[in-house]
């Protein structure tokens, strides 16, 4: 059980940082600092995001984030951006919950959470991506607070039930894995209509 729990802490860290790395780990800075958890043991690295400097490091840019997160294209724009951030930092997160490892054992985390982080991300980023083609400039909104929400309620999932956050988050992994395939095949689609409409019009009546 100990195991599980260690390694749904580890997999919930790089499953919502792909989401929102930001309020990942300023949420999980301030529950440490003021005590909101205890810190078991085996949780004893996760210490460092108490660091003032991390939280508000953390908090700043969860700001802009918030801010960025909702505007269409904006958006987009952002997640491009973070392609190389979050599953560097979800990597960062979920070794810190693991502890101490044999170096090999490291090596094939970091591997295992920066693929589970980069997998979140480009289902998000693909996401966004279909909803900035809608005409509905408010579900870009209701995404992002969407988003917020469930990072929220996985880190309450992470601290109260860990063991049970193993598998919740594995599953959400599966399903984003299919999500992904049908969202970039939609988004394909979509360009490759753009693509030939705009071969389809005449040279004389795109020039008018």
């Not at 205890?38 to 996760?46: E, F, I, R, T, V």
């Not at 049908?182 to 409409?197: D, E, P």
Request: glycine share 8%; hydrophobic share 55%; net charge neutral.
């Amino acid at each position: 059980m100990e195991t599980l729990s260690l390694l749904g802490v580890a997999l919930g860290f790089a499953t919502l940082s792909g989401i929102n790395l930001y309020l990942t780990t300023f949420l999980a800075g301030m529950a440490i600092r003021f005590n909101w958890l205890d810190l078991a043991d085996k949780y004893d690295s996760l210490a460092v995001l108490a660091n003032p400097w991390i939280i508000g490091v953390a908090g700043v840019l969860f700001l802009l984030e918030f801010f960025a997160d909702k505007i269409p294209w904006l958006d987009s724009s952002w997640d491009a951006i973070h392609t190389f951030i979050r599953p560097v930092g979800g990597c960062l997160l979920a070794l810190a919950s693991l502890g101490e490892m044999d170096p090999a054992v490291a090596v094939i985390a970091a591997l295992l959470s920066g693929g589970t982080t980069l997998l979140t991300h480009a289902t998000k980023a693909s996401s966004r991506l279909l909803i900035n083609m809608s005409p509905e400039p408010v579900s870009n909104v209701v995404a992002s607070l969407g988003e917020d929400g469930v990072v929220i309620a996985g880190l309450g999932l992470m601290v109260f039930a860990p063991v049970a956050a193993f598998f919740v988050f594995l599953a959400v992994v599966l399903f984003a894995v299919w999500l992904s395939r049908k969202t970039f095949g939609t988004i394909r689609r979509g360009y490759s209509v753009l693509r030939n409409k705009n071969k389809a019009v005449p040279p004389s009546a795109s020039s008018q």
